[in-house]
């Protein structure tokens, strides 16, 4: 936020309203296959008319063994994949592009890296992620420096980005107003604080205190929707903590 005009851009609010919920559908087919009996043959049934010769073949040809025994059902039963934390109620995340976006992430400068993940998370996500969230994402990583804060406040302001505020931060509106007065230094330990942005075990107060306040921003709410909804996978993590790198090209936490 080079200006107080342009930090003042934080409170800007839409009015909430309802939002419909969606539900998914999801069709189970069951296939059963089941063996034909057989019926017995006459000649058989009448063979055994001596009560007492049935019983001796009884006693010398031991019952069928029906069901295996739970130690050897055990042994045999394959086992059950742990649940990933990407495996959550969103759509998988395309692991290998997800690692990649780490892997490129590790070799780019200190001062290009939180565009860097903008950008890749944008287009990783594009289908878990909402609209309003992919489209700040991407105008972050591509507006000039002076212009970030305006562009990432412009989509958190719409009716979903308020209400995924709210989510992500339970001081909510008031935090906006908080740190839209703030000296620049101390807009991202605000949101730090007042976020809570510890739970999610990606940010350090030290780390935080120096990044761009609006990545800082859409890091909060990146984490906050991946992990509600029980998809986050280690490489989406990583992608999201370089958003709070200081992006050294005149930014506002470089003021």
Known sequence: ???KGSSR???AARPQLPVGALVSVVAVVVISGCSPSTEP??????????PAEGAADAVKSPAPILAKAPE????????????KPSEGSLPPVDARMAKALAEALRSVEDGSAARAAAEGLAEL??????????????????AAPEQRSMVVSREIGTEDGQKAWDSACAGGIVVFQEVAVAAP????????????????????AEAAASADPSALLLATMAA???????????DEGYAITKLTVPPGDGGESDR
């Open 1 to 3: 936020m080079s200006t």
């Open 9 to 11: 851009s934080l409170i």
């Open 41 to 50: 043959k006459k000649a058989e049934l009448a063979a055994s008319s001596d």
């Open 72 to 83: 050897e059902e055990a042994e045999r039963a394959p086992e059950e994949p742990a649940v």
């Open 125 to 142: 996500e594009a289908q878990r992620m909402p609209e309003y969230l992919t489209t700040a994402l991407k105008d972050y990583a591509r």
């Open 185 to 204: 230094e101390a807009k991202a330990g605000i949101l730090f604080e007042r976020c809570n942005l510890g739970r999610f075990g990606l940010f350090d």
């Open 224 to 234: 906050d929707h991946l992990q509600s909804n029980s998809s986050m996978s280690e």
